[in-house]
């Protein structure tokens, strides 16, 4: 059946603002979604109040409202255009909540606005546990023993009629919140009470919980017609009883017996089809025993794009979400491209000849004194993801994907060696149990007893101890004696040069020649959906060692942009944000657009974003090959946050172009003993400070600054280990802290100025000239990190004295960093005095919510003066609106329910909202700006 003619125009819902358990893989999908509805001549109209992300850009929509995610703002929009449809499954949770809502409401009916993409019925059905588990039943699904629990009493008479360990999961909520796993009763009570307390209805659904079984997924696509494709199957490589959020997976499924993987395979699709008759995406969960007669028990279905759906997009080249939008519109898998092949029906099931690894990543030292624990209640703030052809080399590439200092799993010195701690972290799993393990096998702990602490599946586990076989091999040599079978052996299986080197007692630096000179070199796959059966038109690699190299290298001048990771606290979604942007500013030059990142959740590595896109980790030997095969006029390092940054230095030793601003000058306003000169050959006033590298150097420069003092490491990002102290012992004990977490990095110490109003610019400069992009006042005080605070664009109470010493000292600090590109500065403002706090030259945090607040992409006007293909003068800037822009700092402390909800100079937030207002008096800035104030002086 074609698409239905009678649809014009779509209203997208997004997510809202990013928070643990719904992240940036929704505007992900958001944006596929716009993007492939467009091309069926579709108006596209996005409602979601981020301003971080690409999703909320014009160059995604046609319509962009960056407003709450209530029901008035949807019935606005309905009367200001003809909607014809609803697209609520892109947008996680939040959006279909207020679907839901806008439905019981009648909003939908009065407007003639239709539902596409899932059916409410299926929706109340997933989420009314008894309900769920009654139809599951019905079609012969088996289930955990389980009841659902509307009041305390219920759910105690639940718990004693199954026994413990229990479950907990409250209704209607996302990444598990209030979920928990109770071994014994005395922590029932509170955690039944806060479960009922979570859920919207009151309502939670308690399980015999099923600990040491394998949990999986599979991506399901079905359309009209009733065709139905799994489009990915994904193993839990940590067992049940660990949110699939916050477990290491891998695709496809590597221990599931074929027998049972159809029988999955069928279930899932008996799932999907009873749950109602809706076109589009679906996740189903499952849990198998860990036992040879692999009994299978469904966990959960969602009939929409999920979580794991970008990571099974990116896993599987299959675009899901593109494709579910297609389908929403009445259009058969029949009927649609391969989107890869673009030659081939979309009516197949992928096949990999490769396989991924997911790798969570955490930021739990942003809550000191929080359960680190892993459960039912998702933690994590980002995710990794490395492609390789055996699970070993994927392995291996997502942990150097991580950026946690580590180069890999194993064969860097980290090891852990005590075993009491070892056994400890095998049983109660935590942000670094795959490192353990990796340690305990080391140790010579039996695999009897890793199993019985950990339920991992001893196939893993056998993989792991072979590459600790492999090192005590490469360990037996010198750089001079080793084998060119064992140097190909280890970098087949993902060693890193610089794990080699360690194992070898050298430098990397002489591994990397070594090879080179054996005739080990890195060689690029596609990922083409088909195993190479037939031809791929999209340039979508990864990396491995074999022989055939599938990437062909133009004559086109080419420009690399460097992505940023992982995303966690200080370091998210606004960074792939100004990647994208500056990919789509390079394409408008004429240069072909290379994007080097590791993140499956971002719109940077979907595979049409960049000319060609390198899944690769933003790891020195990853990027250096793929310069080296390129070989591009430059690479942008000022969009991608720290992690691009960091590759600035190795960049200019190696004599690889840095366009934009040099890396002289990112050097520069990183030391601060260099910048503090140049503010004061240019009389720009700045806080007393000093530079330390030990606590005796600290304490001793403390009485030359006074207290309080401003204690913080050089080259980190979202105020990593920033702290305020008031005396010497919390001096020392803060410095002693740093050197041991973060190694030889300097530490900075400035005089804190108490009291003072905190404010930031953001520009733009060629070199010669600066355009001033924004100046925000920060609600609170200085003190309170810039990511954690309301702002305020543009001020609202500065005066042009103040205002006036702000652009001047932006101007000079842009012209004496000789800037090309973006910059921010921060100040601090006291007896209307500006202080310099620091200076970035690059891409910030706050660029994409200004570039919404006045609707001007600034970043694609940054990117093209880093090009050298345009000035300044050649933009013709949009004037200003009148009114203000609110950026409203989102936070995620259900899930650290243990931590204190106190704001400091170190970036707790997870996310942000906009919100617009038309003078001061507005109901929104007085109520926050009271209570914040209020807050702040308690």
Same mark, same amino acid.
């Given at each position: 059946?074609p698409?239905?003619?009678?649809?014009?125009?779509?209203?997208?819902?997004?997510?809202?603002p990013i928070?643990?358990?719904?992240?940036c893989?929704?505007?992900?999908?958001?944006?596929q979604?716009?993007?492939?509805?467009?091309?069926?001549?579709i108006?596209?109209?996005?409602?979601?109040?981020?301003?971080?992300?690409?999703?909320?850009?014009?160059v995604?929509?046609d319509?962009?409202?960056?407003?709450p995610?209530?029901?008035?703002?949807i019935?606005?929009?309905?009367?200001?255009?003809k909607?014809?449809?609803?697209?609520?499954t892109?947008?996680?949770?939040?959006?279909?909540?207020?679907?839901i809502q806008?439905d019981e409401?009648?909003i939908?009916e009065e $407007?003639?606005? &239709?539902? %596409?993409? #899932?059916?409410? !019925?299926?929706?109340?059905i997933?989420?009314?546990?008894?309900?769920? *588990?009654?139809l599951?039943?019905?079609i012969?699904?088996?289930?955990a023993?389980?009841?659902t629990?509307?009041?305390?009493l219920?759910?105690k008479?639940?718990?004693?009629?199954?026994?413990?360990?229990?479950c907990?999961?409250?209704s209607?909520?996302?990444g598990?919140?209030g979920?928990a796993?109770?071994?014994e009763?005395k922590?029932?009570?509170?955690?039944?009470?806060?479960g009922?307390?979570?859920?919207p209805?009151?309502?939670?659904?308690?399980?015999?919980?099923l600990?040491?079984?394998?949990?999986?997924?599979l991506e399901?696509?079905?359309?009209?017609?009733?065709?139905v494709?799994i489009?990915?199957?994904?193993?839990n490589?940590?067992?049940?009883?660990? $949110?699939?959020? &916050?477990? %290491?997976? #891998?695709?496809? !499924?590597?221990?599931?017996?074929?027998?049972?993987?159809?029988?999955? *395979?069928?279930?899932?699709?008996?799932?999907?089809?009873?749950?109602?008759?809706?076109a589009?995406?679906?996740?189903?969960?499952?849990?198998?025993?860990p036992?040879?007669?692999?009994?299978?028990i469904?966990?959960e279905?969602n009939p929409?794009?999920s979580?794991?759906s970008?990571?099974?997009?990116?896993?599987?080249g299959?675009?899901?979400?593109k494709?579910?939008a297609?389908?929403?519109?009445?259009?058969?898998?029949?009927?649609?491209?391969?989107?890869?092949?673009?030659?081939?029906?979309a009516?197949?099931?992928?096949?990999?000849?490769?396989?991924?690894?997911?790798?969570p990543?955490?930021?739990?030292?942003?809550?000191?004194?929080?359960?680190?624990?892993?459960?039912?209640?998702?933690?994590?703030?980002?995710?990794?993801m490395g492609?390789?052809?055996s699970?070993q080399?994927?392995?291996?590439?997502a942990?150097?994907?991580l950026?946690?200092?580590r180069?890999g799993?194993?064969?860097?010195?980290r090891?852990?060696t005590?075993q009491d701690e070892?056994l400890h972290?095998?049983?109660f799993?935590?942000?670094?149990?795959?490192?353990?393990i990796?340690?305990?096998?080391?140790l010579?702990i039996?695999?009897?007893?890793i199993?019985?602490?950990?339920?991992?599946?001893?196939w893993?586990?056998?993989?792991?101890e072979d590459?600790?076989k492999?090192?005590?091999?490469?360990?037996?040599?010198?750089?001079?004696?080793?084998?060119?079978?064992?140097m190909?052996?280890?970098?087949q299986?993902?060693y890193?040069?610089r794990?080699?080197?360690?194992?070898?007692?050298?430098?990397e630096?002489?591994?990397?020649t070594k090879?080179i000179?054996?005739?080990?070199?890195?060689?690029y796959?596609l990922?083409?959906?088909?195993?190479?059966?037939?031809?791929?038109?999209?340039?979508?690699?990864?990396?491995t060692?074999?022989?055939?190299?599938?990437?062909?290298?133009s004559?086109?001048?080419?420009?690399?942009v460097?992505?940023?990771?992982?995303?966690?606290?200080?370091?998210g979604?606004?960074?792939?944000?100004?990647?994208?942007?500056g990919?789509?500013?390079?394409?408008?030059?004429?240069?072909?657009?290379?994007?080097?990142n590791?993140?499956p959740?971002?719109?940077?590595?979907?595979?049409?974003t960049?000319?060609?896109l390198?899944?690769e980790?933003?790891?020195?030997?990853h990027?250096?090959?793929?310069?080296?095969h390129?070989?591009?006029v430059?690479?942008?390092?000022?969009?991608?946050?720290?992690?691009?940054?960091?590759m600035?230095?190795?960049?200019?030793?190696?004599?690889?172009k840095?366009l934009?601003?040099?890396?002289?000058?990112?050097?520069?306003?990183?030391?601060r003993?260099?910048?503090?000169?140049?503010?004061?050959?240019?009389?720009?006033?700045?806080p007393?400070y000093?530079?330390?590298?030990?606590a005796?150097?600290?304490?001793?420069l403390?009485?030359?600054?006074?207290?309080?003092?401003?204690?913080?490491?050089s080259?980190?990002?979202?105020?990593?280990?920033?702290?305020?102290?008031?005396?010497?012992e919390?001096?020392?004990?803060?410095v002693?802290?740093?050197?041991?977490?973060?190694?030889?990095?300097?530490?900075l110490?400035d005089?804190?100025?108490?009291?003072?109003?905190?404010?930031?610019?953001?520009a733009?400069c060629?070199g010669?000239?600066?355009?001033?992009i924004?100046?925000?006042?920060?609600?609170?005080?200085a003190?309170?990190?810039?990511?954690d605070s309301?702002?305020?664009?543009?001020?609202?109470?500065?005066?042009?004295?103040?205002?006036?010493?702000?652009?001047?000292i932006?101007?000079?600090?842009a012209?004496?960093?000789?800037?090309?590109?973006?910059m921010n500065?921060?100040?601090?403002?006291?007896?209307?005095?500006?202080?310099?706090?620091?200076?970035?030259?690059?891409?910030?945090?706050?660029?994409?919510?200004i570039?919404?607040a006045?609707n001007e992409?600034?970043v694609?006007?940054?990117?093209?003066?880093?090009?050298?293909e345009?000035?300044?003068s050649?933009?013709?800037?949009?004037?200003?609106?009148?009114?203000y822009?609110?950026?409203?700092p989102?936070?995620?402390?259900?899930?650290?329910p243990?931590?204190?909800?106190?704001?400091?100079?170190?970036m707790?937030s997870?996310?942000e909202?906009?919100r617009?207002?038309k003078?001061?008096?507005?109901?929104?800035?007085?109520?926050?700006?009271?209570e914040r104030?209020?807050?702040l002086?308690k």
């Amino acid at each position: 059946m074609p698409k239905n003619t009678s649809i014009k125009s779509v209203l997208i819902i997004g997510s809202g603002p990013i928070v643990i358990g719904q992240a940036c893989e929704f505007d992900y999908a958001g944006s596929q979604a716009a993007k492939s509805l467009r091309e069926e001549g579709i108006e596209v109209t996005i409602i979601n109040s981020n301003p971080a992300t690409i999703m909320t850009d014009t160059v995604v929509a046609d319509n962009i409202y960056l407003q709450p995610l209530e029901p008035e703002s949807i019935v606005e929009i309905l009367k200001k255009h003809k909607i014809d449809a609803v697209l609520p499954t892109m947008g996680g949770q939040t959006a279909l909540n207020l679907c839901i809502q806008c439905d019981e409401m009648g909003i939908w009916e009065e $407007h003639g606005v &239709d539902i %596409i993409g #899932v059916d409410i !019925a299926a929706i109340e059905i997933t989420e009314n546990r008894e309900a769920f *588990r009654e139809l599951m039943l019905k079609i012969g699904v088996g289930m955990a023993p389980q009841k659902t629990a509307k009041s305390f009493l219920e759910g105690k008479e639940i718990a004693q009629e199954f026994g413990f360990p229990l479950c907990i999961r409250p209704s209607y909520t996302l990444g598990g919140s209030g979920a928990a796993i109770l071994h014994e009763p005395k922590e029932f009570d509170n955690l039944l009470e806060r479960g009922l307390h979570l859920s919207p209805i009151h309502e939670v659904m308690i399980d015999k919980a099923l600990l040491g079984w394998k949990e999986y997924e599979l991506e399901l696509l079905r359309d009209a017609n009733d065709n139905v494709v799994i489009i990915c199957s994904i193993e839990n490589f940590d067992p049940m009883g660990i $949110h699939t959020g &916050d477990s %290491i997976t #891998v695709a496809p !499924a590597m221990t599931l017996s074929d027998t049972t993987f159809q029988r999955m *395979r069928d279930m899932a699709i008996l799932m999907m089809r009873s749950i109602g008759n809706f076109a589009g995406g679906c996740n189903v969960q499952f849990a198998i025993s860990p036992d040879e007669k692999e009994d299978i028990i469904a966990i959960e279905i969602n009939p929409r794009v999920s979580r794991s759906s970008a990571l099974a997009s990116k896993a599987t080249g299959y675009p899901i979400a593109k494709i579910a939008a297609k389908l929403a519109i009445g259009y058969h898998l029949t009927e649609l491209n391969n989107q890869i092949t673009k030659t081939t029906s979309a009516l197949f099931e992928p096949t990999l000849d490769y396989v991924i690894v997911k790798i969570p990543r955490w930021n739990f030292n942003k809550f000191p004194g929080t359960d680190r624990k892993l459960g039912l209640q998702m933690k994590s703030v980002g995710e990794v993801m490395g492609i390789g052809r055996s699970f070993q080399e994927a392995l291996q590439k997502a942990c150097q994907s991580l950026e946690i200092n580590r180069n890999g799993l194993g064969a860097d010195g980290r090891e852990l060696t005590n075993q009491d701690e070892i056994l400890h972290s095998l049983e109660f799993a935590s942000w670094n149990r795959l490192f353990h393990i990796y340690d305990a096998i080391k140790l010579g702990i039996p695999f009897k007893k890793i199993v019985e602490k950990t339920k991992i599946d001893i196939w893993f586990l056998k993989q792991i101890e072979d590459l600790i076989k492999l090192e005590r091999r490469i360990e037996k040599f010198h750089l001079e004696s080793i084998p060119k079978e064992l140097m190909f052996e280890a970098k087949q299986k993902g060693y890193a040069d610089r794990q080699v080197a360690h194992l070898l007692r050298c430098l990397e630096s002489e591994v990397y020649t070594k090879r080179i000179e054996q005739g080990i070199n890195r060689v690029y796959k596609l990922v083409d959906t088909c195993a190479g059966e037939f031809e791929a038109q999209t340039p979508y690699y990864y990396s491995t060692f074999e022989y055939e190299n599938e990437s062909v290298s133009s004559d086109k001048k080419k420009v690399i942009v460097l992505g940023s990771g992982p995303n966690r606290i200080g370091q998210g979604i606004e960074f792939d944000y100004s990647c994208v942007h500056g990919v789509l500013a390079a394409k408008e030059c004429g240069y072909e657009t290379i994007m080097i990142n590791c993140n499956p959740e971002t719109v940077s590595t979907d595979f049409d974003t960049a000319d060609k896109l390198y899944f690769e980790p933003v790891f020195w030997e990853h990027v250096y090959d793929i310069i080296r095969h390129e070989k591009p006029v430059g690479v942008i390092v000022q969009l991608g946050g720290q992690t691009a940054l960091k590759m600035a230095e190795k960049l200019e030793r190696y004599g690889i172009k840095i366009l934009g601003t040099s890396y002289e000058a990112l050097d520069l306003a990183e030391d601060r003993g260099r910048f503090s000169k140049v503010l004061e050959e240019n009389n720009i006033p700045f806080p007393k400070y000093g530079i330390v590298e030990s606590a005796e150097q600290a304490l001793e420069l403390s009485d030359d600054l006074g207290f309080p003092l401003l204690v913080r490491p050089s080259y980190v990002l979202g105020g990593q280990k920033m702290k305020i102290v008031i005396n010497k012992e919390e001096l020392e004990h803060h410095v002693v802290d740093i050197i041991n977490e973060m190694g030889n990095n300097q530490i900075l110490l400035d005089h804190f100025i108490g009291g003072a109003i905190e404010a930031e610019a953001d520009a733009i400069c060629d070199g010669e000239n600066v355009h001033i992009i924004g100046i925000m006042q920060h609600i609170e005080p200085a003190g309170i990190h810039s990511g954690d605070s309301y702002a305020v664009l543009p001020p609202y109470n500065l005066g042009d004295f103040v205002m006036q010493q702000i652009e001047d000292i932006t101007v000079k600090i842009a012209l004496a960093l000789r800037t090309v590109g973006l910059m921010n500065i921060q100040f601090a403002i006291k007896d209307d005095k500006v202080y310099v706090i620091e200076a970035n030259p690059r891409a910030s945090r706050t660029v994409p919510f200004i570039a919404k607040a006045y609707n001007e992409p600034y970043v694609n006007y940054a990117t093209k003066i880093m090009l050298g293909e345009k000035k300044l003068s050649d933009f013709n800037f949009n004037p200003r609106k009148e009114g203000y822009a609110i950026k409203i700092p989102v936070f995620s402390y259900e899930k650290f329910p243990d931590v204190k909800k106190e704001l400091g100079p170190e970036m707790k937030s997870t996310g942000e909202a906009i919100r617009f207002i038309k003078n001061l008096k507005d109901p929104f800035f007085t109520k926050i700006y009271s209570e914040r104030n209020m807050h702040l002086s308690k």
